[in-house]
């Protein structure tokens, strides 16, 4: 009953920044219990980047300190605020959304709905 659609990505030089965005419709988003963002680069397996749930945000290892997720209940909205990006942050990076409590914010196969992925290219 949840639809996300990102948006935001593009080409960026390394070293800039970008913001995505997903934004969720079909209940209420502070119905939403955790909004997470994977990650899946050419050749590569689908890879955990950050999450927020109401006790907190994460990142993943390759991206702590660079990338931020951040909730906005208003806007029925996630962002992802990428800094200091690199080459090998080109990705399709993916919106999720969980609505029941879990633990499990780095797990692709805790969330239950998906949006259909925004490209993002560094240029080195």
């Known amino acids: 009953q949840v639809q996300l659609v990102e948006s935001g990505g593009g080409l960026v030089q390394a070293g800039g920044s970008l913001r995505l965005s997903c934004a969720a419709s079909?209940?209420?988003?502070?119905?939403?219990?955790?909004l997470g963002w994977f990650r899946q680069a050419p050749g590569k397996e689908r890879e955990f980047v950050a999450a927020v749930n109401w006790s907190g945000v994460y990142q993943g290892d390759s991206v702590k300190g660079r990338f931020t997720a951040s909730r906005d209940n208003a806007k029925n909205t996630v962002y992802l605020q990428m800094n200091s990006l690199k080459a090998d942050d080109t990705a399709i990076y993916y919106c999720?959304?969980?609505?029941?409590?879990?633990?499990?914010?780095?797990?692709?196969?805790?969330?239950?709905?998906w949006g259909q992925g925004t490209r993002v290219t560094v240029s080195s």
């Open positions: 079909g209940r209420t988003f502070s119905d939403i219990y955790m």
């Open positions: 999720a959304a969980r609505l029941g409590f879990s633990t499990l914010y780095y797990n692709a196969g805790a969330y239950e709905y």
